[in-house]
């Protein structure tokens, strides 16, 4: 069994479209979903009740994550961004090249909704190739992780007291023991809600000195880069 688990807060908008992604999936293997909710204000609950998804009380993402992975009955988990879509193949796919390299755990790249071809293109400098380059001396992973539960319970599940890139942090410590990769034979299609207002550079160039504060001092525990849950359409 895979246990899904999305960190939402107010995501009425986009959770139906990621839980009927998941519900159109050609894979054949049992699934439950898991939604692990801050106290949304919408009917981000309503919704999930409607599509028969456990709920769990959520919090900033490292805290939901763990929160859902604490009752999931699956050997593997997928953690996942409410404002993601899966395509059809997607989890067929994911799993039959994380059997076939003999995966601990995984993350996936990235294709936004209704990109233009020079979008692309951005995307592919400012992410895709740095990736493929420091993977082997920097393991990253965004939005959406699938691992063997064991190991993310080995190695304690996500830091709850990260508040910006606990998702990086979460990659490395997972693969100093164990094997992580990208999957490469498929793809997840999201949202670009995260760049409307302030375009793609910003969003990229303050990851990319977040990766390099954590080289040099460690995880981020302080808010010195003004992280705000799910603040995109506001």
């Given at each position: 069994m895979i246990s899904i688990i999305i960190?939402?807060?107010?995501?009425e908008k986009y959770l139906p479209k990621l839980l009927r992604?998941?519900?159109?999936?050609?894979?054949?293997?049992?699934?439950?979903?898991?939604?692990?909710?801050?106290?949304?204000e919408d009917k981000t609950r309503e919704i999930a009740k409607k599509f028969s998804c456990k709920i769990v009380e959520g919090g900033l993402p490292a805290k939901a994550r763990n929160e859902g992975a604490k009752i999931?009955?699956?050997?593997?988990?997928?953690?996942?961004?409410?404002?993601?879509?899966?395509?059809?193949d997607f989890l067929s796919k994911a799993m039959k090249e994380f059997s076939e390299?003999?995966?601990?755990?995984?993350?996936?790249?990235?294709?936004?909704?209704?990109?233009?071809s020079w979008e692309k293109k951005l995307v592919d400098v400012l992410y895709k190739c740095p990736v493929k380059i420091f993977f082997r001396i920097w393991p990253v992973g965004?939005?959406?992780?699938?691992?063997?539960?064991?190991?993310?319970?080995?190695?304690?599940?996500?830091?709850?007291?990260?508040?910006?890139?606990?998702?990086v942090d979460y990659t490395r410590r997972f693969s100093k023991n164990h094997k992580y990769r990208f999957i490469e034979s498929t793809e997840i299609l999201a949202s670009p809600r995260r760049f409307r207002t302030s375009g793609l550079i910003k969003p990229y160039s303050?990851?990319?000195?977040?990766?390099?504060?954590?080289?040099?001092?460690?995880?981020?525990?302080?808010?010195?880069?003004?992280y705000k849950f799910n603040h995109y359409d506001k």
């Open positions: 960190p939402t807060l107010n995501e992604s998941i519900k159109e999936q050609d894979f054949k293997e049992e699934l439950e979903i898991i939604v692990a909710d801050a106290n949304s999931a009955k699956g050997d593997f988990l997928l953690f996942i961004d409410a404002d993601i879509v899966l395509p059809k390299q003999g995966l601990d755990g995984a993350s996936f790249f990235i294709q936004f909704i209704g990109q233009s965004s939005m959406i992780f699938l691992t063997k539960k064991g190991v993310h319970q080995e190695i304690h599940g996500f830091d709850e007291e990260i508040l910006f890139l606990e998702d303050k990851i990319f000195i977040g990766n390099f504060y954590m080289l040099f001092f460690g995880p981020i525990k302080t808010n010195i880069f003004n």
